[in-house]
């Protein structure tokens, strides 16, 4: 017996809720990292005026990004070249880059941001899935997610460099040689 969507609106939380299709997924996951970024936007002291204003306008992107598969294409060129100029700006405001994993750490808004990170992997790998059921995925949505997935990690960064909080490298055992 499948579920089926009720009749009344107040016990109604999204239309497509009950879909079968990997799309719904990614619309839910792509809403949490609007979410996350409205969090860690909440959490931002006021002196961080110009990651606030990067946000506020990343925020809307992400939201774009959610629709622009069932319905039309929200996102374009400008939109992902803004945010490749973003990620070079703190990139470069960052003394010595993490290159790989780090055990993720930080107070204040880095949590957010490793969540977000997080959430921008699997609303890729929904894309994946999307894609394998034969819905067409505009290139440039997955491009965009990834974009998004390593400016939170240069984010956290960035932002634990400002608050001398160091995350340690982590090195799997699993693959190469680890101590």
């Not at 719904?24 to 792509?30: H, I, K, P, W």
């Not at 993490?98 to 990170?117: E, K, N």
């Amino acid at each position: 017996m499948a579920l089926k969507s009720s009749k009344l609106l107040d016990e109604i939380c999204y239309p497509f809720i009950h879909e079968t299709s990997y799309l719904c997924d990614y619309e839910v996951l792509t809403d949490e990292l609007a979410t996350l970024v409205g969090m860690a936007l909440s959490s931002l002291p006021t002196e961080e005026m110009k990651m606030i204003d990067d946000l506020h306008q990343l925020q809307p992107l992400i939201f774009h990004a959610n629709g622009s598969i069932r319905g039309r294409l929200a996102l374009s060129e400008e939109n992902l070249d803004w945010l490749k100029e973003r990620l070079n700006a703190y990139k470069a405001g960052i003394s010595s880059p993490t290159r790989g994993f780090v055990l993720p750490r930080g107070t204040g808004t880095v949590p957010y941001l490793h969540q977000a990170r997080s959430v921008s992997k699997k609303a890729i790998r929904a894309l994946v899935r999307v894609d394998s059921e034969g819905i067409a995925v505009p290139e440039l949505i997955p491009r965009f997610l990834n974009i998004c997935c390593n400016f939170f990690f240069v984010l956290t960064q960035y932002l634990n460099q400002q608050h001398q909080v160091e995350e340690p490298v982590f090195i799997s055992r699993s693959y190469g040689r680890a101590p």
